[in-house]
Structure formats: C-alpha cells, structure tokens
C-alpha cells in the first residue's frame, strides 16, 4: 500500500508542477528508518522528493538557487488528509503522513493479501510479464558437488525467486558441465582401474578417486593420454559402449546433486548440459561462416573477430585445429536453441567472476549474428569464498559444509535457554544453518570475495542469518500465544507512537528494496531491509506488550506483529530462505 502514499502526494505535488501522476511516483520515496532508532517524539511518516530528481526530469526549470526553488515549490504544495505538512530540506521536500492513515492503509492491505504486499506496487508494474530464464549452479559431472558451487546455486536461486515474486514467467536451468576432453579421462581411467561395485556403492567418491589417478598417470604415461583422446573420440562418435558409460556417470551424479538441491530448497525446471548442444556447433559453425564472421588462422583454429577495428587485436576462438568445438562454441549453440525453445525475453547467466571475458565474448558474438535479444542477456559474477573449513580441515565438497552448519546449529540449540522443545530438532538446525549460510554470503556486494568464518555466521545477535530466523520464529510463538483471540485491524489508533511508526515506516520501503534488487540483482538490498525490519520489531515487542494492554492496544499490536512476520517470510523466501516457526 506503499503506492497509495506515494500516489497521494504525487496528486498534490503534480497540481504545482503540472506532471503526471505516473511521472512523478518513481521520484517519490520513503525516508530510510536507521536500525539503531532510539525512540523519541521526532519519529516521522515521511515520503521525500528531491528537487534535483525534478530539474532532471524537466519537472520545474532551472530557475535560480535550489534552495530557494526546493522553498518555493514546498510553499505551493497542498495539504491534505493523508499529507498533514510538506516541509523543505536541502534540496529535498518532505511529505509528513497522517500517522493513523499510514497505520491503517499499511495493515489493511498486510493482514488482507499479505503475500501481495510490495510486489504488487506501482513501482514494479513496469518489471511484470515476460519470461526470465536463469542459469546457475551448473556443476560438472562425475564430481562431488563442490562447495565453490554454493555461491552460484543460492544466487541463482535468489534471482529466480525474486524475478517470480515480481510476476516474470521464470525458468531455471541447470546446465551441466558434461562433455569435454575431462571424459575422456574419466572413461578411460574408468577402463583401467575403475569398479562397478564401487560405483553402486559409493559412486561419486569412486569417479573422484579415478580421476584423481588418472590426471597423476596421465602426466607420465603418454598411453594415458592417447587412450583419453581415443576415447572422446568415441564419445563424439556417439560409440555405444563409451556413451553407456558416459550416461551411467550423468545420472548418477544428477540424482546426487538433486538430493543437495532438495536440502537446499532449490528445484530446476530443466536440466540441461554441453553433450546435448554438441551436436548442434556444426550449425553454428556454418552460421558464422554465412555471415563472414568465422575466419581460419596459420594454426587452423577457427576465431571470431572481436576487435574494435576488425584487426584481430581481439578474438575469441571457436573450433579447434582438430576441428572440435569449444565451451564457448556450444554456449553460443545453447543460447540459440534456448531462444528458439522457450522464447525467453531475458536470460541471466550466474557464473564466478573468472568468466566475464567468457560472457562478454559471448554477448558480443551472438550480437554480431544479428540476434538483438543478445542485449538483454547478462552475467551476474560472484568473488570467492576464502577460508571455509570444517573440524575436520579444509572443506572441499559442499555436503560437508551443510553437515557442519547443522551440527554446530544444534549444538548452539541446545546450549541456549530460550530454545524450544522441537519436534524435529535436525530439520529446524538444518534450515536455520542453510539461514546461516545464505546471509554471510548477501551480506556484501557479491562480486567481492569474502572470508568465511563459522562463529561469525553462526552467531544469534548481529546481522545473520540466525537472528533473522529467531525474529520470525519469535513472532510466531506471540501469535501462537494469542492464537485463541480473535483480533482485526479495524482499529489501529493506538500505533500512532514512535516505536510503530518506525515499523510502519520502514515497511514503506519494501516496494523500493524489491525495485532496486531487480535493478542491479544484488541480495544485499533486501538482506538489510530484513535484517532493520528484525531489529525494530525486536524494539516493539519489548515496548508494545501485548498481554495485560487493553484489549484496544493488545488487537492493534497483534495485528501489527502479524504483518511484520508476513513481511519477514515473504522477503526470506525470496533470498531463498525458509522460515522457521520454532528455534
């Protein structure tokens, strides 16, 4: 309902501007609330303009000092019943809200359609329809899923998330790692040391350990190595033996990685990978050629011409001497079957920052075959994650950091006096460690790297993943308290105080976070309005009781907690998080 304020006061001010309505409620925002609020009788409802924001956008000419101009404008402003006073800063007007109407629009909409609260506003209308298609994760097969994989997964995910909640048709894909010379390594090592026994018993550890011998004997066995090229040879044949066992790898690592996805909380609409586009590089190849863009080298290599000047300062190369394809030639494959299959309007690729160059050469040439859609394709790149170890040393497979996080978690439960009697004591530690986890990692911008430390990540105060579980299960149990009591939000009159409004206030904000997390597809934005929003919330529960008030305060406080709490849950779900009751 953070609309109908903005609205309100674009009404007002487009009478003294003469601009639209709908021009100038994208200017119009809500004054931030700090986490540290200390509680006086200066707490305001604010909404703001800058004055600058309407010279750019030729709302009023440039007509001497901006202060002055900023006083002019706040003078000829109206105001109202929801604008009690329009007061002017240093280059910016505030719009005082009647604290009561904020109070009863903001929970009227929270506590009717609570899950439509935010997404649904003015400001995001422009960002619904349309169909997003979102790579990420995309591990290799025939290896345990690793824990540098994390990043790209729970990325992903958010993106994914986020573009649904804001209306998009979305499609995951999951494109898998599984072609390539590397195959021909594991199938020939496979050949000579590997054990079907083994690979029913234990299968990613056993295609570890044989890729792990092979790439050590390949070093000093030049067989080795012939042996590996015979045997991609006979996977790019499609010879019957070598794809068995090649399809006997892919689906026992698919199945292991989705039982990981399945504790993540992550699902795929498809599963994709570089084998199935293999086959469709001749066609590229060929396109490209038509159009005089792929041109042969002394070496016999096939380049792609990237250079400004079209002098070969730059390139990137598509085939092989030997006439193989490349990664990048079976992306640009993949990109177009994508197109031609689910029409997407936007595509998001969710990759480590070592394969920027990748995507821009990647953008660059779908571009110059002519495919316009090539703009509305993007790399989101994350940093590294330093120094992530368990008790048991260095981390390398990504199980091992969610069997940590649930460990230390139910080792934190049980030492705590404010825990619960849980009935499932695993599942709860288990989805507050995976909390944990997600937020360390939004925290900061996600092209920075980041060093990793348990204690940090794990602790119950501060901005973590924890206390943001706590403040929801928190909230739960006040409403399961009061669970006998029917209350409604007819009468709010007695949150007119400033812990309230702080809370109303900053739920203001939350169609903005949501805009600006589209914008730029950083997590951050949305991980701090949360992590406010818990810390307020945190401050009116001990302020605002609810038992022994009257029963006026008692329902209007209710009701105020119970919109927070459906605010929390819909952000946390969002960042890819699932909330829990108890803790």
């Known amino acids: 309902m953070a609309c109908f304020f903005r609205r309100s006061v674009a009404l007002q001010l487009s009478k003294v501007v003469g601009v639209s309505e709908d021009a100038l409620i994208p200017l119009i925002s809500a004054v931030p609330v700090s986490k540290k609020h200390v509680c006086d009788l200066r707490t305001t409802s604010d909404l703001r303009v800058s004055v600058n924001s309407l010279l750019q956008r030729g709302a009023v000419p440039p007509d001497g000092d901006l202060q ?7 003078n000829q402003i109206k105001r109202d019943a929801v604008v009690e006073e329009v007061v002017a800063g240093r280059g910016v007007i505030h719009f005082r809200l009647n604290r009561l109407i904020l109070a009863q629009k ?3 909409q929270l506590h009717s359609e609570p899950d439509g609260f935010g997404v649904k506003s003015d400001l995001l209308r422009h960002l619904q329809g349309g169909r997003t298609l979102v790579e ?18 729970i990325i992903g995910n958010f993106i994914a998330n986020l573009k649904k909640a804001l209306g998009k048709d979305v499609i995951r894909v999951n494109y898998l790692g599984d072609w390539g010379m590397q195959f021909g390594l594991l199938g020939a090592g496979f050949e000579r040391f590997g054990s079907q026994e083994k690979l029913k018993t234990r299968p990613l550890e056993h295609l570890f350990e044989v890729y792990v011998q092979v790439n050590r004997e390949v070093e000093s066995d030049e067989s080795v190595r012939s042996a590996a090229a015979e045997f991609y040879r006979r996977l790019v044949q499609r010879e019957d033996q070598a794809l068995e066992l090649w399809r006997q790898f892919r689906e026992i690592t698919v199945d292991e990685y989705k039982r990981i996805y399945q504790r993540l909380g992550v699902d795929f609409d498809h599963y994709s990978g570089e084998s199935f586009h293999d086959g469709q590089t001749q066609n590229v190849l060929e396109e490209l050629k038509t159009k005089r863009l792929l041109k042969t080298t002394e070496k016999g290599t096939g380049v792609v011409d990237l250079s400004a000047m079209g002098d070969m300062s730059s390139y990137a190369t598509l085939v092989r001497s030997d006439g193989t394809s490349l990664y990048i030639t079976r992306d640009i494959a993949a990109a177009l079957d994508r197109k031609q299959r689910f029409g997407f309007d936007e595509m998001i690729y969710v990759t480590d920052k070592s394969q920027s160059v990748h995507f821009q050469q990647l953008f660059h040439i779908l571009s110059a075959m002519g495919h316009e859609w090539a703009e509305r394709c993007h790399h989101v790149a994350f940093g590294l994650v330093q120094g992530m170890s368990t008790r048991r040393g260095e981390v390398v497979f990504l199980e091992d950091v969610l069997e940590e996080a649930r460990s230390r978690m139910i080792n934190n439960m049980r030492q705590s006096r404010t825990s619960k009697v849980l009935e499932e004591p695993e599942l709860t530690a288990e989805r507050v460690g995976i909390s944990a986890l997600i937020i360390q990692d939004f925290k900061g911008p996600l092209i920075s790297d980041y060093k990793f430390d348990w204690d940090k990540v794990l602790q119950s105060q501060g901005d973590t993943g924890v206390f943001l579980q706590y403040t929801h299960a928190r909230l739960c149990s006040l409403l399961r308290r009061h669970a006998s009591e029917s209350y409604s939000c007819r009468d709010v009159s007695p949150l007119t105080d400033s812990r309230s409004v702080s809370v109303l206030q900053h739920l203001l904000r939350y169609d903005e976070v949501l805009l600006q ?6 997590p951050r934005h949305l991980v701090n309005f949360l992590m406010t929003l818990s810390h307020l919330v945190a401050s009116a529960h001990r302020e605002l009781p609810v038992k022994g008030s009257p029963a006026a305060a008692a329902q209007a406080r209710l009701c105020l907690f119970s919109a927070v709490r459906s605010v929390l849950a819909n952000g946390m779900r969002i960042l890819g998080i699932t909330p829990v009751d108890k803790m």
């Open 517 to 522: 997390s589209a914008n730029d597809l950083q």
């Open 136 to 153: 990420f994760s995309s591990p290799n097969i025939a290896k345990k899923f690793h824990a540098g994989h994390l990043r790209s997964t």
């Open 106 to 108: 903001l929970l009227e």
């Open 68 to 74: 002055t101009q900023t006083q002019a404008l706040a």
